[in-house]
């Protein structure tokens, strides 16, 4: 109970974020300094003729439109037990957003949340973020867990200067592209070993039995050559130790996404729930530090007997170690996050590639033409190669817009701030609902067909280039530019939605901005183009659609068929 008591002083507690934010008031006085090293992302301007300070015909926050829900509890029980049910839960904000348009207040467990939908708010709410961007915990029970057990928070887990010295220390090391490019060889080698590992094992239909979790190996062994320069044969030896993480991974993103729509009593109380959570993240960070300690002896003994030749070797290692910042509790936890963030986000974004390409064979042919084009199953990948997968990248990006992997970008408000004609006050928590603009016509005309060519453009000598249109692409410095207006202007002067810099950020945008994105993009686009290059993919189920369990995965068996093409 002691401990429980204790826990309110969290992190990201109240008191926390208060705190926070009087760090946050003074910065914003004092810092010209960037976000995170190399990133000249925030200090956008607002487009000509939208406010951006407090008047007197402001509207205040609590006219915002929104559901009643009962005194303290809100809206939580109709998450719970209502119709569709949490599990539905883009439909229910999908349905949020037509009752009561573009901005939504609800109150939660006594918890006020301000939910943005329009893509134009969504802009507002990124201009006045500062750059040291305050969120909620994006895993309440894992920052929670961290807090209690003494460990480091994590990135997402934690705001103001320990956010910070973490941030700093990995930005360039996991965002940096030629950084990330680093790792691709490692990357093709365990693709190309999974497309084995499914010929092994599909049966004379072609069906892979339990397809999910395969692609759940596959993300363990590359995200385990990425940290630890090494193979642990997850897809084959050491299997049931993949199944072991894989089972520990669910269970803290399944208990966490129902936590977070009950009265906390967690925070109080062993129940149940909490106690999965932490038996899961006790199993998940003891073998980390395992894993860490022995990648960190190899490393010792590679340098004392002269076998680091090149730079490449236990890369990422080498360069946690060369921040002084960070402790090893730090590197344990740093490194756990890149080996199983891509578990509930990479993995099921593979999945719905998949599905896409299954359920539209043109799509598929296309991609297919491109690949015999420009792979050899024999040759490695290289960057050049990669560059030139335009198609490929399209098909990613248009999955991405159909089956997003969040649903909710969270940001606190660091001052008081006028958005869509409403004064939000300080420490107001915002979520981001970009998604419902996904399946919107204004922005995405036939919202609901995967069209990948969506994406490209042909540039001058008519070959096809991915756009490069949403502000998160290339750290915002594309946002800075379409700030003058909603993106570019059609028909009769006005805006045109289909261009909107907002209208499509998978990964968020700005200083905290998703630090995985190009590990994730990269292991996507290597093994599509593996896979895709060897196999025809075909679908068999019903519709696919998605389901919440903090983070969104597919809803229904994957009833695919792989048929090698060659
Ligand atoms: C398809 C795959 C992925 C998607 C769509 C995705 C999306 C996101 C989004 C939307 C955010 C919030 C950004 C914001 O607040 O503006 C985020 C944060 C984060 N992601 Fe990812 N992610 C993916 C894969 C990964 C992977 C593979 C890793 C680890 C290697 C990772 C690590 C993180 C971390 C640590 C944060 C918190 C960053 C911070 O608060 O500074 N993500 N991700």
């Given at each position: 109970?002691?401990n429980?008591?204790?826990?309110?002083?969290?992190?990201?507690s109240?008191?926390?974020?208060?705190r926070?934010?009087?760090?946050?008031?003074r910065r914003?006085?004092?810092s010209?300094?960037?976000?995170?090293?190399g990133d000249?992302?925030t200090?956008t301007?607002?487009?000509p003729?939208?406010?951006?300070?407090?008047?007197?015909?402001?509207?205040?926050?609590?006219?915002?439109p929104?559901?009643?829900?009962?005194?303290?509890?809100?809206?939580?029980?109709?998450?719970?037990?209502?119709?569709?049910?949490?599990?539905?839960?883009?439909?229910?904000?999908?349905?949020?957003?037509?009752?009561?348009?573009?901005?939504?207040?609800?109150?939660?467990?006594?918890?006020t949340?301000?939910h943005?939908?329009?893509?134009?708010?969504?802009?507002?709410?990124?201009r006045?973020?500062?750059?040291?961007?305050?969120i909620?915990?994006?895993?309440?029970?894992?920052?929670?867990?961290?807090?209690q057990?003494?460990?480091?928070?994590?990135?997402g887990?934690?705001?103001?200067?320990?956010?910070?010295?973490?941030?700093?220390?990995?930005?360039?090391?996991m965002?940096?592209?030629?950084?990330?490019?680093?790792?691709?060889?490692?990357?093709?080698?365990?693709?190309?070993?999974?497309?084995?590992?499914?010929?092994?094992i599909?049966?004379?239909?072609?069906?892979?039995?339990?397809?999910?979790?395969?692609?759940s190996?596959?993300?363990?062994?590359?995200?385990?050559?990425?940290?630890f320069?090494?193979?642990?044969?997850?897809?084959?030896?050491?299997?049931?130790?993949?199944?072991?993480?894989?089972?520990a991974n669910?269970?803290?993103m399944?208990?966490?996404?129902?936590?977070?729509?009950?009265?906390?009593?967690?925070?109080?109380?062993?129940?149940?729930?909490?106690?999965?959570v932490?038996?899961?993240?006790?199993?998940?960070?003891?073998e980390?530090?395992?894993?860490v300690?022995?990648?960190?002896?190899?490393?010792?003994?590679?340098e004392?007997?002269?076998?680091?030749?090149?730079?490449?070797?236990?890369?990422?290692?080498?360069?946690l170690l060369?921040?002084?910042?960070?402790?090893?509790?730090?590197?344990?936890?740093?490194?756990?996050?890149?080996?199983?963030?891509g578990?509930?986000?990479?993995?099921?974004?593979?999945?719905?590639?998949l599905?896409?390409?299954?359920?539209?064979?043109e799509?598929?042919?296309?991609?297919?033409r491109?690949?015999?084009?420009?792979?050899?199953?024999?040759?490695?990948?290289?960057?050049?190669?990669?560059?030139?997968?335009?198609?490929?990248?399209?098909c990613?990006?248009?999955?991405?817009?159909?089956?997003?992997?969040t649903?909710?970008?969270?940001?606190?408000?660091?001052?008081?701030?006028?958005?869509?004609?409403?004064k939000?006050?300080?420490?107001?928590?915002?979520?981001?609902?970009?998604?419902?603009?996904?399946?919107?016509?204004?922005?995405?005309?036939d919202p609901?067909e995967?069209?990948?060519?969506?994406?490209?453009?042909?540039?001058?000598?008519?070959?096809?280039?991915l756009?490069?249109?949403e502000?998160?692409?290339?750290?915002?410095?594309r946002?800075?530019?379409?700030?003058?207006?909603?993106?570019?202007?059609g028909?009769?002067?006005?805006?045109?939605?289909?261009?909107?810099?907002y209208?499509?950020i998978?990964?968020g945008?700005?200083?905290r901005?998703?630090?995985g994105?190009?590990?994730?993009?990269?292991?996507l686009?290597?093994?599509?183009?593996?896979?895709?290059?060897?196999?025809f993919?075909?679908?068999?189920?019903?519709?696919?659609?998605?389901?919440?369990?903090?983070?969104?995965?597919p809803?229904?068996?994957?009833?695919?068929s792989?048929?090698?093409?060659?």
């Amino acid at each position: 109970m002691a401990n429980h008591m204790r826990l309110l002083r969290g992190r990201i507690s109240s008191s926390g974020l208060r705190r926070d934010l009087a760090r946050e008031g003074r910065r914003f006085k004092s810092s010209t300094a960037s976000a995170v090293p190399g990133d000249e992302t925030t200090g956008t301007r607002a487009p000509p003729g939208e406010r951006t300070t407090l008047g007197s015909d402001v509207k205040p926050f609590h006219n915002i439109p929104g559901p009643k829900g009962l005194p303290y509890v809100g809206s939580m029980w109709e998450y719970r037990y209502g119709q569709p049910g949490l599990e539905k839960m883009k439909d229910i904000l999908t349905e949020r957003y037509r009752t009561y348009g573009g901005l939504m207040r609800e109150k939660l467990a006594g918890r006020t949340r301000l939910h943005v939908f329009d893509p134009e708010h969504v802009r507002a709410v990124y201009r006045q973020e500062g750059k040291w961007p305050l969120i909620e915990p994006l895993v309440e029970t894992t920052q929670l867990y961290r807090e209690q057990a003494h460990h480091s928070p994590g990135l997402g887990n934690t705001n103001g200067e320990e956010w910070y010295r973490l941030r700093s220390a990995v930005h360039q090391l996991m965002m940096r592209p030629k950084e990330v490019a680093a790792y691709l060889p490692m990357v093709d080698g365990v693709a190309m070993d999974f497309v084995q590992r499914l010929c092994d094992i599909m049966d004379k239909r072609g069906h892979v039995p339990d397809l999910a979790v395969e692609v759940s190996k596959w993300n363990l062994e590359t995200a385990s050559a990425i940290a630890f320069h090494d193979r642990k044969h997850f897809m084959t030896i050491n299997s049931h130790k993949a199944e072991l993480w894989i089972k520990a991974n669910t269970t803290i993103m399944r208990e966490s996404g129902k936590l977070r729509y009950k009265l906390p009593l967690y925070r109080y109380l062993p129940t149940s729930s909490w106690r999965k959570v932490v038996k899961a993240e006790d199993y998940l960070t003891k073998e980390c530090q395992q894993m860490v300690e022995d990648a960190l002896q190899r490393l010792a003994f590679a340098e004392q007997n002269g076998q680091l030749t090149d730079n490449d070797q236990f890369r990422f290692m080498r360069g946690l170690l060369a921040s002084p910042a960070l402790n090893r509790s730090d590197i344990v936890t740093l490194t756990l996050s890149l080996f199983t963030d891509g578990l509930p986000s990479t993995v099921p974004s593979v999945l719905s590639v998949l599905y896409c390409l299954a359920t539209n064979p043109e799509a598929q042919f296309r991609l297919h033409r491109e690949l015999d084009d420009l792979v050899s199953p024999g040759s490695p990948l290289t960057s050049d190669v990669m560059n030139k997968l335009t198609y490929l990248k399209a098909c990613v990006k248009e999955t991405l817009r159909l089956f997003p992997v969040t649903l909710e970008i969270s940001r606190v408000c660091p001052k008081d701030a006028v958005i869509g004609d409403y004064k939000i006050p300080e420490g107001t928590c915002i979520k981001l609902n970009g998604f419902v603009a996904h399946r919107d016509p204004a922005y995405f005309p036939d919202p609901d067909e995967f069209r990948p060519e969506r994406w490209l453009r042909t540039s001058g000598n008519h070959d096809l280039a991915l756009q490069r249109e949403e502000p998160g692409e290339d750290q915002g410095q594309r946002a800075a530019s379409d700030e003058e207006g909603q993106g570019q202007t059609g028909k009769q002067g006005q805006p045109d939605l289909t261009t909107h810099p907002y209208r499509f950020i998978p990964f968020g945008h700005g200083p905290r901005m998703c630090p995985g994105r190009r590990i994730a993009e990269q292991d996507l686009h290597v093994v599509t183009a593996r896979l895709l290059h060897h196999f025809f993919v075909d679908w068999h189920g019903d519709q696919m659609g998605q389901k919440f369990e903090t983070l969104m995965r597919p809803d229904c068996p994957l009833d695919f068929s792989f048929h090698p093409r060659h």
